[in-house]
């Protein structure tokens, strides 16, 4: 099984500052067709989860520009470029080579 | 429009059986992935297992092998979780969630594209006390 983890666990920003989320797999997530198969998920409070990025870079219809994914093989970030008080939530990285995927614990993010 | 409608709330106890559900609308449901994540009390997500609904594959994460039936009823395009005898410690919200992926096809070969687990449903909330 792969196992995902996330760092920090707890993230306190200031509005208007960076961001950025680290995701680690224990196995390379780069598949033959070169892609990397790692996604990002925003849960808000009291809502359902909802996808930011998948593929590691690519944005999912509707996200804001203020956020960013990069990484490949086992190493991967989530950046927001300036966060907004809206952003604040448990942020998941996921991997997607196998199926069903498994998720990192989550980091929380929280206004300072 | 894309959506997942979830079966209402659930209160069971320790020993009984439950069935939830998962409605899908506005897209082909036989072909696409649709799984269950589950999330325990002020926990993390957590992958129970996924089924397609096309041939009726099913995978299970290996937490939940054993523990759990997912099943689909293509001709209301509704996928389902299973539990024969409940535990306190199956309390937790059950979300469904569609995983996307494309296909085309180019000189006799069919490729395959990933957009994410792109649909979620609004969450069943179970609860299992005596």
């Known amino acids: 099984d792969i196992v995902m983890t996330q760092s920090p666990l707890s993230l306190p920003v200031t509005p208007g500052e960076p961001a950025s989320i680290s995701c680690r797999s224990s196995?390379?997530?780069?598949?033959?067709?070169?892609?990397?198969?790692l996604d990002w998920y925003l849960q808000k409070p009291g809502q359902s989860p909802q996808l930011l990025i998948y593929?590691?870079?690519s944005r999912a219809s509707g996200v804001p520009d203020r956020f960013s994914g990069s990484g490949s093989g086992t190493d991967f970030t989530l950046k927001i470029s300036r966060v907004e008080a809206e952003d604040v939530g448990v942020y998941y990285c996921m991997e997607a080579l196998q199926t069903p995927g498994t998720f990192g614990q989550g980091t929380k993010l929280e206004i300072k | 429009e894309v959506q997942l409608v979830q079966s209402g709330a659930e209160v069971k106890k320790p020993g009984e059986s439950l069935k939830i559900s998962c409605k899908a609308s506005?897209?082909?449901?036989?072909?696409?992935?649709i799984g269950w994540v589950r999330q325990m009390p002020g926990k993390g997500l957590e992958w129970m297992g996924i089924i397609y609904p096309g041939d009726f594959d099913t995978r299970y994460s290996p937490s939940f092998q054993g523990q759990v039936t997912i099943s689909a009823d293509k001709s209301i395009s509704t996928a389902y979780l299973q539990w024969s005898s409940l535990k306190a410690s199956d309390t937790a919200i059950y979300y469904c969630?569609?995983?996307?992926?494309?296909?085309?096809?180019?000189?006799?070969?069919?490729?395959?594209?990933?957009?994410?687990?792109?649909?979620w449903g609004h969450g069943t909330t179970v609860t299992v006390s005596s």
């Open positions: 506005g897209y082909s449901f036989s072909s696409y992935w």
């Open positions: 593929l590691a870079s």
């Open positions: 969630a569609r995983r996307r992926v494309e296909s085309s096809t180019s000189s006799g070969k069919v490729f395959y594209f990933y957009y994410g687990i792109d649909v």
């Open positions: 196995q390379s997530l780069l598949y033959s067709d070169g892609h990397n198969y």
